[in-house]
């Protein structure tokens, strides 16, 4: 693979992660919306519990990983600059 392939790649990748999460988190959303409108005074724990679950496993997990991508794409973009300036 050449430097051009490598370094698009090396870029790419953290936004592919960044937009699948969001699309993740679209959903959850989507599914809470669903939840909040279906609700009754009979169904209030179950409402709850539900809610707890997508706010503590399936959101947290997904800002973790825009998080994480989105370092890594700062600093893939900062070594490139880097290596950019280093060389003229």
Excluded: W, Y
């Amino acid at each position: 693979m050449d430097i051009k392939s490598s370094t698009r790649h090396d870029l790419l990748a953290p936004l592919c992660n960044i937009r699948a999460f969001n699309e993740e988190l679209k959903h959850v959303a989507q599914v809470l919306e669903t939840i909040a409108d279906s609700h009754s005074d009979a169904s209030q724990q179950k409402i709850s519990d539900t809610c707890k679950q997508l706010a503590n496993d399936d959101i947290l997990m997904c800002t973790d990983a825009i998080t994480r991508a989105s370092d890594t794409l700062e600093r893939k973009i900062t070594e490139l600059l880097q290596s950019g300036v280093d060389t003229k």
